[in-house]
């Protein structure tokens, strides 16, 4: 049983994280949101998840550092100077960050990873994915995660193989490019897909995200795994022992 800190409890994500703790085995240690105390949520807590915002990431690093706890980063919108604090921070404490933790998506990225290794840059690898229409950042961070594990499929870094907002006159597509597009609109919780489109031929790989409270789980589960494990950054991978 763990003492789990929520950092943004407030959101749609904090509150579906504190009805999942509730109903689990371990206990909410309590919830904070802008211009709370990081640092006196933390000396209460076994290990914090932090679904806020990527301006409030650094000092609620610096709160699990102080700590000396584990910290499931779930925030997306991420930048370079971001995942540089992160793994700055995972010298110290055990740091699991991710696009989703969803156990699902963290399943259908390893299918696309499998699936990018074994077929050539002929066949084109296509990501779209929807979302309601208060999200704020584009493409989703599910969606650059399972471009992530294309582009691992495949040898290759997806800073400089993606295609974005396709518009106008674009010429060929490009061979071997990851493209993505992003759609907005209702209450959808999450919809991503990845096709892979050969000569004659495609395959797609989905996942439907029906409720928030998926992730939440994923987020509690993984909050459970991190606990007692070495400094260090981690996946979601590594709570499916995939």
């Known amino acids: 049983m763990a003492r789990i800190g929520i950092i943004g409890s407030k959101g749609a994500m904090g509150q579906a994280l504190g009805e999942v703790i509730a109903a689990s085995t371990h206990t909410l240690a309590g919830g904070i949101d802008k211009g709370g105390d990081a640092a006196g949520l933390a000396d209460a807590s076994d290990v914090l998840v932090d679904f806020s915002a990527p301006a409030a990431l650094c000092a609620n690093l610096h709160a699990a550092i102080g700590a000396g706890i584990p910290i499931v980063i779930g925030t997306t919108g991420l930048e370079d100077k971001h995942h540089s604090s992160i793994d700055e921070a995972a010298r110290v404490v055990p740091v699991l960050q991710t696009g989703n933790t969803s156990l699902g998506v ?11 290794s074994r077929l050539g840059p002929d ?16 493409p989703s961070g599910t969606a650059l995660l399972l471009g992530e594990a294309a582009a691992s499929g495949r040898g290759i870094e997806l800073a400089g193989h993606s295609e974005r907002g396709r518009d106008g006159h674009t010429g060929a597509r490009t061979e071997g490019a990851i493209g993505f597009a992003a759609l907005r609109g209702g209450t959808v919780a999450g919809e991503h897909s990845v096709i892979l489109a050969g000569e004659e031929e495609r395959i797609t790989l989905a996942h439907s995200a029906e409720n928030r409270s998926i992730f939440a789980r994923g987020a509690v589960r993984a909050a459970e795994w991190l606990v007692g494990r070495k400094a260090g950054r981690y996946t979601m991978d590594k709570v499916l022992g995939i």
């Open 106 to 116: 963290t399943l259908l990225a390893h299918l696309v990873r499998e699936a990018a």
């Open 123 to 138: 066949w084109d690898i296509e990501i779209v994915e929807m979302h309601h229409r208060r999200k704020v950042d584009a």
